[in-house]
């Protein structure tokens, strides 16, 4: 009798192990789309150990590991998978999902860290404690946008008005970044390239501040230990 209350005992803790192991961080009404077929309808679940969909026609779940990388505006998710694609087509599984409300952006760089390979996150977090914030434009061929870089100890982020174009880069995010002049600024990620007109002039010293947080990030040291090594 003992034995088999210990076992009992055992597997009840194991459950309630494993459900505080996967929390829920956050949860929404979403839509998964599919290439020339319907919408499908479901709800998208951020949990401590990954992110999951289910429907009543669907049911997909991708541990943080298992996700190569991400691309997230207020509204709007590609999750890039490392499964292959159906039918020996090129690249890997993508699935695409339209969100009922916004990511909050606390929940958004809990998403990055967790997968913690690059990726591309529009929503950054509004309010962190920054080294230096110039006015800028951000060129593309549409048009651009106005907004404002933010530059910190972990990253750098570009914050629009209106969210569109919005862009929190962390040093994990970024090959390398440029200043060919006080004037102009350039983040090279490994998702995309982005050209920067500064509407005022970038101190010499901050950029350095960035190139060594930059490199000491890659490298795994701290800032004084890379200055340390100049």
Do not use: C
Not at 188 to 210: G, H, I, S, W
Request: no cysteine; glycine share 6%; aromatic share 10%.
């Amino acid at each position: 009798m003992r034995s088999s209350f210990k076992i009992s005992a055992t597997i009840v803790l194991s459950a309630v192990l494993a459900n505080a192991a996967q929390s829920e961080l956050w949860q929404a009404p979403a839509k998964w789309h599919r290439l020339l077929k319907k919408t499908v309808p479901g709800t998208l679940v951020l949990d401590d150990a990954g992110v999951e969909f289910h429907s009543p026609k669907f049911n997909q779940r991708w541990g943080y590991i298992d996700i190569h990388s991400f691309d997230l505006s207020a509204r709007e998710l590609t999750l890039d998978s490392y499964q292959n694609r159906p039918w020996h087509a090129p690249g890997e599984q993508r699935y695409q999902f339209t969100l009922s409300e916004p990511m909050p952006p606390e929940i958004a760089a809990q998403l990055a860290a967790r997968v913690g390979k690059p990726v591309r996150n529009g929503v950054p977090l509004p309010s962190v404690a920054v080294l230096s914030e110039i006015p800028a434009h951000r060129r593309m061929w549409s048009g651009g946008s106005n907004g404002t870089l933010r530059l910190k100890d972990t990253g750098i982020d570009y914050v629009t008005e209106n969210g569109r174009d919005s862009r929190s880069w962390r040093w994990a995010d970024i090959q390398t970044i440029a200043n060919p002049n006080p004037y102009e600024f350039r983040v090279t990620a490994y998702r995309e390239t982005v050209e920067f007109d500064l509407k005022q002039p970038l101190a010499p010293v901050v950029f350095e501040q960035m190139w060594d947080r930059l490199y000491a990030a890659d490298l795994n040291l701290s800032v004084g230990g890379a200055e340390a090594h100049r």
